[in-house]
């Protein structure tokens, strides 16, 4: 089977391919699918480049769902498109806003499955979280998503769909005839939901190309941040293939704590973790990694604990966010005090490191970090116990 071939008969399977009427979506596609997909489709090939460039500016620079839209696009191959593809997202079943703004997104996907989504909004920036799993294998106690068994990865127009779905309800999109305003609602993408992005590398790698488009969306590639508990072996590929910003769940100064807190290190330890992030392609004072660190009480917020943290990352230009535990019913883990907290920040800061205390963002619509959990698993379980 030629690469063509084989990038054809991709396209055409699920879930790429719709259950009605087997049409192929087009949300997702790379350049280069987007392109294999208009040529299997009848496409002239003198033509390609230029309709590829103006489907995907209609897409994801206007916005635009309906071929009839495509204006600059000839009746006749709209209506080719129209017979082959459709332009669709994931759909939004519950939208909740919290008292600070904060917005909590549940989208449904195929086959029925369901994922969270929140948009952050602050003075400075906007920032959209989203998923890349449903559900998530990691485990970490910590974490309320971890408690969801995962499902299976988001393929690449699911988290593209995520991006546009939350531009749909900003009201984001450009429009014709108007200047573009200055200040983007949404500034910033992190992969910090549902899942472990590195889990899912090849469907993740292709969404972000997709969203950094220059003719599209638009997010500049520092404007994305890749959190992860530490897969190894995809830590450098995220630099060469993705070239966002990283960010590391790490949450405990030595191995006996991290085993407990995040499973994966038992695999991959905190010395075999930080030698990978040494060797960070790219790492420099202006693209530091950021180290996550959750505080809890008693576990891993003392001042020895700061002094180690504050060792391990020695001759890796990094910063500290300390994020104060959201708690969540049945968490077994209470937040540091608020001193505890500022004296564990100050020892930081005090070596060089940026230490910022994160600000629990949308906790009254459960939506601030670690505590997204679909609500269809939280029905299903409410169900299992009433035997129902």
């Not at 904060?102 to 909004?121: F, S």
């Not at 393929?155 to 200047?179: F, S």
């Not at 085993?259 to 790492?283: E, M, S």
Request: with cysteine.
């Amino acid at each position: 089977m030629t690469a063509t071939a084989a990038i054809t008969q991709d396209l055409l399977t699920i879930p790429r391919k719709l259950p009605q009427g087997g049409l192929v979506n087009l949300v997702g596609l790379t350049r280069d699918q987007m392109r294999d997909a208009f040529l299997a489709a009848g496409t002239p090939e003198k033509q390609i480049k230029m309709r590829v460039g103006q489907v995907w500016q209609w897409v994801y620079y206007w916005g635009i769902r309906d071929f009839e839209q495509m204006t600059n696009l000839a009746r006749d191959y709209r209506q080719l498109l129209a017979q082959h593809f459709v332009i669709e997202l994931p759909r939004v079943v519950t939208r909740q806003v919290s008292a600070d703004g904060t917005r909590k997104y549940l989208v449904r996907i195929a086959g029925g499955h369901e994922v969270e989504v929140v948009y952050i909004p602050e003075t400075d920036r906007g920032t959209l979280c989203i998923s890349s799993q449903v559900g998530c294998t990691l485990t970490c106690s910590f974490c309320h998503t971890g408690t969801q068994k995962l499902v299976r990865n988001l393929t690449a127009g699911e988290i593209v769909g995520q991006v546009m779905l939350a531009r749909d309800d900003l009201d984001e999109w450009p429009v014709k005839g108007q200047p573009r305003p200055e200040t983007r609602l949404i500034s910033n993408v992190v992969l910090m939901g549902m899942g472990e992005p590195l889990y899912n590398f090849d469907n993740v790698r292709d969404a972000m190309r997709v969203v950094m488009d220059d003719e599209g969306i638009a997010l500049g590639r520092r404007r994305i941040t890749l959190s992860t508990s530490g897969v190894v072996p995809e830590i450098a590929r995220t630099a060469t293939e993705i070239g966002c910003l990283l960010a590391v769940s790490f949450h405990a100064t030595t191995d006996e704590v991290r085993d407990q807190l995040v499973p994966i290190n038992k695999k991959w330890n905190i010395a075999t973790l930080l030698d990978a992030l040494r060797a960070y392609p790219g790492l420099s004072n202006s693209e530091r990694i950021t180290f996550e660190y959750v505080m809890l009480d008693g576990v891993n917020d003392t001042k020895e604990d700061a002094h180690r943290l504050v060792e391990l990352l020695r001759g890796i230009p990094a910063k500290v966010n300390l994020i104060p535990f959201n708690e969540w019913p049945g968490a077994p883990y209470k937040r540091s005090s608020g001193n505890r907290i500022h004296a564990f920040a100050d020892i930081i800061h005090n070596a060089g490191y940026a230490s910022p205390i994160r600000t629990p963002r949308g906790e009254d619509i459960m939506a601030a970090c670690g505590q997204l959990k679909s609500a269809t698993e939280k029905q299903r379980k409410s169900a299992q116990k009433a035997g129902v």
